[in-house]
């Protein structure tokens, strides 16, 4: 059973370009999925509805929150269908396997005040490290780039006369975003008169920088904004994503197109940034 597992995962890394989490995520959620059938089952074939409809009884009572039974009960069924598209099987029986109902989440959004506040932190500071904060805090609520995305920029993909950014996301697609007045401006204070104090190696490419001279990781990044939420005095639930959400969501207050936000977010799926529709207004009653 082992055998078709290590097959799908391979599938997956080689031929859907899932990532190394994605892909360890399925294989925790497997592993977890066949400690539990085994006894019952000796082979795929003899998987059936009862002994699948046990395995999410069991989930529940493990007292898994019902998005994350959801995810496991997909790992499953995705596995199922390819073996079923691969010809393994002959019949798939997930078909008729209902998941848990998950309640939509809605992402947090914070409203224009509140990103004023926090992209104004740095600015009560003068050194080298406040002029970085406010130009990566800048970029990302001026762009909607992941957090990923903007620790990976080297300086070259950073076009100031031209005022837009190249990023590159997981799949290894490339888009350029434009950027606002004040990115732009504050992009320049950091090159001019930030990146330098911090560089250490001339070769080094990265555009943000920490305090040893090397790349900015995300889980530095996600410390400074942690910090910074916290001095402007917002909700500790703020994350670097959380500008994401706001970029999203105050453009289509605006009146943006959907096509276009989907664009600029770099969403494969249109689906994905319909979310951003439902979201209320985060300025109304302020």
Same mark, same amino acid.
């Given at each position: 059973m082992w055998e078709q597992i290590e097959a799908f995962l391979t599938y997956l890394t080689t031929e859907k370009d899932c990532s190394e989490n994605t892909t360890s995520a399925y294989r925790n959620d497997l592993t977890q999925f066949v400690?539990?059938?085994?006894?019952?089952?000796?082979?795929?074939?003899?998987?059936?509805?009862?002994?699948?409809?046990?395995?999410?009884?069991?989930?529940?009572?493990?007292?898994?929150?019902?998005?994350?039974?959801?995810?496991?009960?997909?790992?499953?069924?995705?596995?199922?269908?390819?073996?079923?598209?691969?010809?393994?099987?002959?019949?798939?029986? +997930?078909?008729?396997?209902?998941?848990?109902?998950?309640?939509?989440?809605?992402?947090?959004?914070?409203?224009?005040?509140?990103?004023?506040?926090?992209?104004?932190?740095?600015?009560?500071?003068?050194?080298?490290?406040?002029?970085?904060?406010?130009?990566?805090?800048?970029?990302?609520?001026? +762009?909607?780039?992941?957090?990923?995305?903007?620790?990976?920029?080297?300086?070259?993909?950073?076009?100031?006369?031209?005022?837009q950014v190249q990023c590159v996301n997981r799949a290894n697609r490339q888009r350029t975003l434009p950027l606002s007045e004040r990115a732009t401006k504050s992009l320049r204070f950091y090159l001019e008169r930030g990146r330098d104090v911090l560089l250490r190696d001339r070769h080094e490419n990265a555009l943000f920088l920490n305090h040893r001279g090397k790349r900015l990781t995300r889980q530095g990044l996600w410390l400074i904004i942690k910090g910074h939420v916290q001095e402007a005095g917002l909700d500790t639930n703020v994350t670097p994503h959380t500008l994401r959400h706001s970029f999203a969501t105050h453009l289509l207050d605006d009146g943006k197109d959907l096509r276009e936000v989907q664009k600029l977010l770099g969403h494969a799926n249109i689906s994905t940034t319909q979310i951003y529709t439902e979201m209320p207004s985060p300025d109304e009653g302020a």
């Open positions: 400690d539990a059938i085994s006894g019952r089952v000796d082979a795929w074939q003899e998987v059936d509805h009862p002994v699948l409809t046990a395995y999410v009884d069991h989930l529940q009572e493990q007292k898994y929150a019902s998005s994350t039974v959801a995810r496991k009960v997909a790992a499953v069924k995705s596995f199922f269908h390819y073996m079923l598209d691969t010809g393994r099987l002959q019949d798939d029986p +997930t078909a008729t396997l209902d998941s848990p109902r998950v309640q939509k989440r809605l992402p947090k959004i914070l409203s224009s005040e509140e990103v004023d506040r926090l992209l104004n932190r740095p600015v009560q500071m003068t050194d080298p490290k406040a002029l970085r904060d406010k130009a990566f805090l800048e970029l990302l609520y001026a +762009t909607g780039m992941r957090v990923s995305e903007l620790v990976a920029l080297d300086v070259d993909d950073v076009q100031l006369k031209a005022r």
